[in-house]
């Protein structure tokens, strides 16, 4: 399974970011269980952002993002979303998508896709 995400950028802070994040099976067939956004900022490790079920669109976020962030999927394109709305500088980051074969949730070691992540840099 390949995913690539896009849509990273600069942005101020109080704008608004949307992420994508499409998968391809080269035409197997592959059970997605789950897909997540993850992050990691200068000098920091890998944080867990957000996750959604792809059956049935269940979602989780990080305390950080709660309220700010939305995860979304189009089960159709393969694709799941991170509308990101009032950015702090604080969110800069590299983000990645990520997929999971079972299960879902906001362990990095459980998910079994990683896409090569896209920047986002939020100015004050």
């Known amino acids: 399974v390949q995913l690539q995400a896009s849509g990273g950028g600069s942005v101020q802070a109080g704008g608004s970011q949307r992420l994508s994040c499409t998968f391809s099976?080269?035409?197997?067939?592959?059970?997605?269980?789950?897909m997540g956004w993850f992050r990691q900022g200068p000098g920091k490790e890998r944080e867990f952002v957000a996750a959604i079920t792809w059956s049935r669109g269940s979602t989780d976020y990080a305390d950080a993002v709660k309220g700010r962030f939305t995860i979304s999927r189009d089960n159709a394109k393969n694709t799941t979303y991170l509308q990101m709305d009032s950015l702090k500088p604080e969110d800069t980051a590299v983000y990645y998508c990520?997929?999971?074969?079972?299960?879902?949730?906001?362990?990095?070691?459980?998910?079994?896709?990683w896409g090569q992540g896209t920047l986002v840099t939020v100015s004050s």
């Open positions: 990520a997929g999971r074969r079972a299960g879902w949730g906001k362990v990095i070691e459980r998910y079994d896709w």
């Open positions: 099976t080269s035409g197997r067939f592959v059970v997605v269980s789950s």
